[in-house]
């Protein structure tokens, strides 16, 4: 039996400065467009995404079938342009929530990018399909943190 790991982790490098990747996570217009990549829609009116510590954020995915999905988490720690900590769930009635870490630090080329996202009880398969969305993610917020 292999053992799975509580968290999965994800390093890129991004071609933007770092104030305009951490820009790109923390502005509610910017979190619209890339959370759920252009696949989504994410509602103005269901959109409650200030980026301050201890403030809870909600957000609801419009899939393209109709079907809708319910977010929520809390900001942790918002540290411009170098770290962002907050949680999130799918699941708002229960009281888990995952924690994900961004750190973002300078290079010759732009920023580099290291994301974190525990797991609890996730099996393997679903780790792998949660790093795959989060790839998709990121190559949209990667786009917007260009310009």
């Not at 053992?3 to 790109?24: G, K, L, Y």
């Not at 510590?53 to 342009?81: C, H, K, S, Y």
């Not at 770290?83 to 799918?90: C, E, G, M, P, Y």
């Not at 989060?134 to 786009?143: C, H, R, S, Y």
Request: glycine share 8%.
């Amino acid at each position: 039996m292999t053992d799975v790991p509580a968290h999965i982790t994800i390093e890129r490098d991004i071609a933007a400065s770092p104030a305009a990747v951490f820009e790109a996570w923390t502005d509610a217009g910017s979190f619209a467009r890339w959370f759920g990549t252009e696949a989504v829609q994410i509602p103005a009116e269901s959109l409650d995404f200030v980026a301050e510590p201890g403030r809870t954020w909600t957000a609801q995915m419009v899939l393209p079938d109709g079907n809708t999905i319910d977010w929520t988490g809390e900001f942790r720690e918002v540290e411009a342009p170098s770290r962002l900590v907050f949680t999130l769930t799918d699941q708002p009635a229960d009281d888990a929530r995952a924690a994900v870490t961004v750190d973002l630090s300078p290079t010759d080329e732009g920023t580099h990018l290291r994301m974190s996202q525990e797991t609890p009880g996730f099996t393997l398969e679903q780790q792998e399909g949660l790093v795959a969305g989060w790839q998709g993610f990121l190559d949209v917020l990667a786009e917007i943190a260009a310009g």
